[in-house]
C-alpha cells in the first residue's frame, strides 16, 4: 500500500474546493478503501485549524475539527524525535520549519509529499513530491481616472 502525506496547503485546497482539491479527495477515496495510507502531522493539522479560524472564525474551526476526525487520516504526533527531524529537515532544504514537519514525515515514512507549497521544490530531489496545481494569479489593474490610489488585498 502506498503512503502519503498531506500538508497543510493540500488539506486547505480540499476545504476551499480549489485546485488540486479533486486529488486530495481522490485519496481520501483511496485510503478509506484501504489502497492508500494517508498521514498527516499535528504540527500541519494545527496549521489548518489556525487558518480556517483565522478566515472563518473558532467555531468553525472546530466544526472541520469535528469533520477531519472522521476522515481516513492519521494524525502524529510531535514528539522530540520528529521535532528534531524536522529541523533538520529546515536546515539541509530551507523550507518553513512548520512545513518541515510534514518534509521530515515524507522522509522518515518512505511516502510522497502532497502539497501545494512550491518550497518543496528545494527537497524534490530527496524526497518524493506530487505538487498540486497551482492557483490562477488574480491581477488587479487600476481604474482609468483613479490616479494615485493602489490597488490593494488584505490576507
Do not use: C
Not at 37 to 53: D, H, Q, T
Not at 143 to 149: F, L
Request: aromatic share 10%; charged share 30%; net charge neutral.
Amino acid at each position: 500500500m502506498k503512503s502519503y502525506v498531506l500538508d497543510a496547503s493540500s488539506l486547505l485546497r480540499f476545504v476551499e474546493d480549489e485546485p488540486g482539491a479533486a486529488r486530495v479527495e481522490e485519496l481520501l477515496n483511496q485510503a478509506r478503501s484501504g489502497d492508500a495510507r494517508l498521514i498527516l502531522s499535528a504540527v500541519n493539522w494545527g496549521e489548518v485549524y489556525y487558518v480556517i479560524a483565522r478566515l472563518r472564525g473558532e467555531g468553525e474551526a472546530a466544526n472541520y475539527s469535528w469533520k477531519f476526525r472522521g476522515l481516513p487520516v492519521e494524525i502524529l504526533d510531535a514528539g522530540w524525535q520528529r521535532a528534531e527531524s524536522a529541523g533538520l529537515f529546515h536546515k539541509r532544504f530551507d523550507v518553513p520549519y512548520a512545513d518541515s514537519f510534514a518534509g521530515s514525515l515524507t522522509e522518515d515514512e518512505s511516502a510522497v509529499l502532497i502539497t501545494a507549497d512550491y518550497d518543496f521544490k528545494n527537497a524534490a530531489d530527496a524526497i518524493a513530491v506530487e505538487f498540486l496545481p497551482a492557483k490562477k494569479k488574480v491581477t488587479l489593474r487600476r481604474k482609468a481616472g483613479k490616479r494615485g490610489r493602489r490597488a490593494s488585498s488584505s490576507n
